[in-house]
């Protein structure tokens, strides 16, 4: 993952850790103390609400001590790679697109972020300046021509 990404994931369990889940634990509090639990809506919904966060934050801490940190700015080179930012036009429509090239969990197609994984990417990655790449993509087949490859 980039920087960047990792920046995120940390930023969200420490919001999730000191935040939400105090919230939630007082939010189960004032619900017990109304009472009968087997009916109390206000109840359940703090307990569902509090799975959530804690599935949510072992999800993150295991994505944080599996994770691969790159910086992209000390990376550099011609070739489309991980973490690349690839200026692309497509053969067709000749609209402009750019697009880096980042984790799964990072991916965010209208910030111009797709994840390795994605058909996008996999046509990218290899390839350099001048080439023309075939993507599939649910509207079809789409060609496009990398412009330009940054490390930003």
Same mark, same amino acid.
């Given at each position: ?95 402009? &697109? @750019?697009?880096? =090239?980042?984790? !799964?969990?990072?991916?965010? $197609?209208?910030?111009?972020?797709? +994840?390795?994984?994605?058909?996008? &990417? @996999?046509?990218? =990655?290899?390839? !350099?300046?001048?080439?023309? $790449?075939?993507?599939?993509?649910? +509207? ?13």
């Amino acid at each position: 993952m980039t920087g960047e990404g990792y920046r995120a994931l940390d930023e969200e369990l420490k919001r999730l850790k000191s935040v939400e889940r105090p919230s939630v634990i007082a939010a189960i509090a004032e619900a017990r103390s109304h009472g009968d639990l087997s009916e109390n809506a206000e109840y359940h919904a703090a307990k569902e609400r509090q799975g959530w966060i804690e599935g949510r934050i072992a999800e993150i801490e295991d994505k944080i001590s599996r994770a691969q940190v790159i910086d992209v700015s000390k990376l550099s080179g011609k070739q489309v790679k991980f973490g690349a930012t690839v200026t692309v036009v497509d053969e067709d429509t000749e609209e402009q &697109a @750019r697009y880096q =090239i980042v984790g !799964e969990h990072e991916a965010d $197609v209208k910030q111009g972020r797709v +994840s390795l994984s994605s058909p996008i &990417a @996999r046509g990218l =990655i290899g390839k !350099e300046p001048g080439e023309t $790449v075939e993507v599939t993509t649910p +509207s079809g087949v789409k060609a496009y021509e990398i412009l330009k490859v940054e490390w930003i």
